[in-house]
C-alpha cells in the first residue's frame, strides 16, 4: 500500500529534497514534472504549493505532506502534525511573519495599525493578528512582491522573513512578530488512523528529524593512550558517552564520538596534545536518538 505524500514546490523545494536525501530518500525530478520519481516503492510523490498542501491532505489527496505551521493555520486545517522540523529555505532555523511599515511610519505597534491598510499573504492569520489586538483594519490579500507596496499601495504588510535582510533592503522596519513557523510533517486524520500507513508516515518522521539532528554535528574516531584517558574524556563532549574499545596494544584504546562541527578545530589540537593519534573525522547523514 503506497503513501501519497506532498512535497512543496516552489522555496523550499531544493532544502526539502537535500533533507530527504540526508534521510535516505532519493528523488528524481524532471524539470517540467510535479511527479518526482523515488527509489521507495512504498511511497508515491506530487509536487505542489506550501501554501496549498494542507487543504489537500486534510480532503485525502495526500497521505501526509510537508508545509509551514503557518499554512496549517492560515487554511484553518484539520489535519495530524506528526513532526516539526526545523528547517527552511536558507537556514536551519525557524521562519516569522512579521508586520513591518516604512522605516519612516509613525507605525510602531499593532495599535497604530487602527484603519489602516494592511497588505499580505495570510489574511486569516493577519485578521485574528488584529482581532488579538482589538484592532480594526482594512487586510487586502498580496498576489506578491509585498515589500513594494508600501506606503503606496499599503500602510503596512504582514511578511514572511528568515533574516529581515529583504525587507530592511526595502528600507522597512520589523514592528512585531505576528507568528514564528517551522516546517511540518503532516497526515491525513483517516491515514493516521490506519495502522501500516501510520507506522511508514512515522518512519518518515524519524528519519527526516535524524537528518536535521545530524545537522552541524561530525563523528570523530581517535587512539588514545589508555594512561591519559581521564584528560581525554575531559576534552571530548559527546551526545551521552563516547564509545570506548580495547585495541590489540593494552596500553591504548579507541575512542568514537559525535560533536558539534565548530568545535572540532578546537579540540583536535587538544587531543594531541594528550597523545591522541589517527584522529578521523567524517560527516553525518542522521541522528537518530
Known amino acids: 500500500m503506497a503513501i501519497k505524500l506532498g512535497l512543496p514546490k516552489g522555496s523550499l523545494q531544493k532544502a526539502t529534497l537535500e533533507l530527504f536525501r540526508k534521510a535516505g530518500y532519493n528523488f528524481s525530478v524532471s524539470e517540467r514534472s510535479y511527479f518526482p520519481s523515488i527509489d521507495d516503492p512504498d511511497l508515491e510523490a506530487m509536487l ?36 516539526a522540523l526545523v528547517y527552511a529555505k536558507c537556514s536551519m532555523r525557524p521562519v516569522r511573519w512579521v508586520l513591518a511599515a516604512p522605516e519612516e511610519s509613525e507605525i510602531n505597534s499593532a495599535k497604530d495599525l487602527q484603519g489602516k491598510k494592511i497588505a499580505t499573504e495570510v489574511v486569516n492569520i493577519a485578521q485574528r493578528y488584529l482581532e488579538t489586538h482589538g484592532v480594526t483594519a482594512d487586510v487586502e ?31 522597512l522596519k520589523i514592528v512585531d512578530t505576528v507568528l514564528e513557523s517551522t516546517t511540518r510533517l503532516i497526515a491525513n486524520k483517516a491515514s493516521w488512523e490506519n495502522p501500516a500507513k501510520r507506522e511508514k508516515i512515522e518512519n518518515i518522521a524519524m528519519m527526516l528529524k535524524g537528518a536535521i539532528d545530524a545537522e552541524g554535528k561530525v563523528g570523530i574516531k581517535l587512539n588514545v593512550p589508555r594512561k591519559n584517558m581521564e584528560e581525554i574524556m575531559a576534552i571530548l563532549p559527546a551526545m551521552k558517552n563516547p564509545t570506548v574499545n580495547d ?43
Open 48 to 83: 505542489i504549493r506550501a501554501q496549498e498542501m494542507a487543504r489537500y491532505v486534510q480532503d485525502g489527496v495526500f497521505d501526509c505532506g510537508l508545509t509551514g505551521h503557518d499554512w496549517v493555520i492560515e487554511n484553518s486545517a484539520d489535519v495530524v502534525e506528526v513532526a
Open 141 to 171: 490579500f498580496s498576489w506578491g512582491a509585498t515589500e513594494a507596496k508600501v506606503p503606496e499601495l499599503a500602510d503596512a504588510i504582514i511578511e514572511v522573513t528568515e533574516t529581515g535582510s529583504s525587507l530592511r533592503a526595502n528600507k
Open 247 to 289: 585495541l590489540h596494544d593494552p596500553d591504548w584504546v579507541a575512542v568514537e564520538t559525535v560533536m558539534d562541527e565548530d568545535v572540532v578545530r578546537k579540540i583536535i589540537p587538544e587531543l594531541k596534545k594528550f597523545g591522541g593519534r589517527d584522529i578521523i573525522e567524517y560527516p553525518l547523514n542522521k541522528v537518530i536518538a
